[in-house]
């Protein structure tokens, strides 16, 4: 069982930058694929970005070129570098993993965390 804790949101000006952080419970850096996922309320969860053991990484196209996802294997964390935020970036944002990374890629992961707020105005 792996507990996932995120940390890091807030609210920001358009442009501005956050860090997520996303600590798990136990060792992951050798079995476990890693993402960020997104949802605005009553809308579909969004994937990210994600990241495998090995440290492939993949973005999806809404964020390429102002979020970086990277994981600290040591601290058991894995991270999202947002920069050049924007309105369309605020949601509720999670992070997950599983052993499979298809899994990870279709939402269905094993282990989420509780979430963390962005908000971003104009």
């Known amino acids: 069982q792996v507990q996932l804790v995120e940390s890091g949101g807030g609210s920001v000006q358009v442009g501005e930058s956050l860090r997520l952080s996303c600590t798990a419970s136990?060792?992951?850096?050798?079995?476990?694929?890693m993402g960020w996922f997104r949802q605005v309320s009553g809308k579909k969860r969004e994937r990210v970005a994600t990241?495998?053991?090995?440290?492939?990484?993949s973005y999806a196209d809404s964020v390429k070129g102002r979020f970086t996802i990277s994981r600290d294997n040591a601290k058991n964390t894995l991270y999202l570098q947002m920069n050049s935020l924007k309105p369309e970036d605020t949601a509720m944002y999670y992070c997950?993993?599983?052993?499979?990374?298809?899994?990870?890629?279709?939402?269905?992961?094993?282990?989420w965390g509780q979430g963390t707020q962005v908000t971003v105005t104009s």
């Open positions: 997950a993993a599983d052993y499979d990374l298809s899994k990870l890629w279709l939402g269905r992961a094993d282990y």
């Open positions: 136990k060792y992951t850096s050798t079995d476990y694929s």
């Open positions: 990241i495998t053991s090995s440290g492939s990484i």
